[in-house]
């Protein structure tokens, strides 16, 4: 089977950094996904790693380890906004996907 | 209409009724999805379609019945639910099934909120 580990929450202020990580076993491997979802609404579409490296869109980061499966998204210059859960999906022909990371930012 | 629409959007109901989730999708991708969410777990993969045929069913109970009567359209029919069948359910579309890379992107709709009495 899939097994896609995340931590369940994160808390950080406003400004600062988080990374969540994200560890996957799975049998086979097509990429790696991170969505973002805020509460009641539909997950988006945040980054995607196919390739060992990082990638970076503005504020966000994504790092893909394929030989440790290993992930992880980093949120930098963190805003309010940003508050909300972050979803980790391994594509093996169909998206698995972890139970989420609750990021909560204050002020 | 862009993207994925589901409707309705909220639904309550009582295990004896029987009640239909609808969503279309405006990006002209071959698959469709239904997922189940529930607080703390992860996304429930239920049923996936290729062009109109089922290409996956996991293991979801008979209460639950889904139809595509065209690549744009997925329907979930619901009947005699459980209360632990209280949950998101979100459709999603994507270019296609069983390749790599972002072929099989998902993009999601809103979702129906539902809750069983």
């Known amino acids: 089977g899939q097994n896609i580990d995340q931590p369940t929450e994160m808390t950080a202020t406003e400004g600062a950094i988080v990374q969540i990580n994200c560890t996957y076993q799975?049998?086979?491997?097509?990429?790696l996904f991170w969505y973002q979802q805020h509460a009641g609404e539909a997950p988006t579409f945040l980054s995607y790693n196919v390739l060992d490296g990082l990638e970076e869109k503005g504020r966000f980061s994504s790092f893909l380890s394929r030989s440790k499966g290993y992930s992880y998204l980093l949120l930098k210059e963190l805003q309010m906004k940003d508050s909300a859960s972050y979803l980790c999906?391994?594509?093996?022909?169909?998206?698995?996907f972890g139970a989420g990371t609750t990021v909560t930012v204050r002020a | 209409e862009t993207g994925v629409t589901q409707t309705p959007r909220h639904l309550v109901m009582g295990m004896t009724n029987k009640k239909s989730l609808k969503c279309e999708q405006h990006l002209g991708h071959n698959a469709m999805y239904w997922y189940k969410q529930s607080a703390k777990k992860p996304l429930e993969l239920m049923f996936v379609?290729?062009?109109?045929?089922?290409?996956e069913n996991n293991s979801v109970p008979s209460r639950f019945s889904p139809e595509c009567p065209n690549s744009s359209h997925l329907f979930l029919h619901l009947h005699t639910l459980q209360p632990e069948d209280s949950a998101l359910y979100l459709c999603a579309s994507s270019q296609g099934v069983l390749a790599g890379g972002r072929y099989n992107e998902q993009f999601f709709g809103p979702g129906t909120r539902l809750t069983v009495l």
């Open positions: 379609y290729s062009l109109e045929e089922r290409v």
């Open positions: 999906a391994v594509n093996d022909y169909k998206l698995s």
């Open positions: 799975t049998s086979g491997f097509n990429g």
